[in-house]
């Protein structure tokens, strides 16, 4: 009954805006040309206090305590795309290429203090320097990528498909920070080929793919 009815309280106060913007230009017939944005903005406040209790005149629960919790963030990023389709016949075409680019930031701050003169005061400003703490981080990280494909079809059986990458991350230390990473791919719709589309009357979609390429991560500590 006296936590419920004392002036400790929780409360906690934020703002998050997000955001994503596309342009697309159709140039000529077959090329697109497209600029996306896009990110978001966090901002959050907390304030935990706990309030000294007169329970009766010989006994006290306290000392009261405030904790307080500061944090923002925000992340933003950018791509240009330009991508050209062509059909010559039963040939298909298509390219791709793009660079990206991201960028995060965090921070945060905390304090702690205690023994307040008053129940009505809960500015951390006037808790007792005894016993106080504070604490915080800051971390960012950026990533830019620049990349390209090739994808060509027959006839819609038989596929071949190119990837390239080059990807620079700030977490890596600047001798390494830069990595190429190459990818392909073949396929082969088997069923589209008559000697299986005119015997084998239950199977009516058989792709067969073989594909190899390199990976990178950049999922590691900020630094």
């Known amino acids: 009954v006296s936590n419920l009815e004392s002036q400790s309280f929780y ?11 596309r342009l697309d230009w159709n140039v000529i017939e077959g090329l697109k040309l497209s600029v996306i944005g896009g990110g978001y903005l966090n901002y959050n406040n907390n304030k935990r206090f706990l309030a000294t209790q007169y329970i009766n005149s ?11 919790n500061s944090s923002n963030s925000n992340y933003k990023t950018a791509q240009a795309l330009a991508e050209y389709t062509k059909n010559i016949k039963k040939h298909h075409f298509n390219v791709l290429a793009g660079y990206s680019f991201e960028e995060s ?22 808790g007792s320097a005894d016993g106080q703490t ?6 960012e990280w950026a990533l830019s990528s620049l990349f390209g494909r090739v994808q060509y079809s027959f006839a ?31 396929g082969w719709r088997i069923s589209e080929e008559p000697f299986l589309r005119d015997n084998v009357k ?3 979609e058989l792709k067969l793919k073989a594909s190899r390429g390199t990976l990178g991560n950049q999922n590691i500590a900020n630094y």
């Open 202 to 204: 239950w199977i009516n």
């Open 11 to 21: 409360k906690d106060r934020g703002i998050d805006l997000n955001g994503n913007l």
């Open 156 to 186: 819609n059986k038989y596929f071949a498909e190119g990837v390239l990458r080059y990807d620079g991350s700030s977490r890596f230390p600047a001798s390494k920070k830069y990595a190429t990473f190459p990818a392909m791919a073949v």
């Open 58 to 68: 010989i006994t006290t629960l306290g000392p009261s305590t405030l904790t307080q």
């Open 105 to 126: 930031a965090a921070d945060t701050l905390q304090g702690f203090r205690k023994n307040f003169p008053s129940n009505t005061l809960p500015s951390i400003n006037l």
């Open 134 to 139: 504070s604490d915080g981080n800051m971390a």
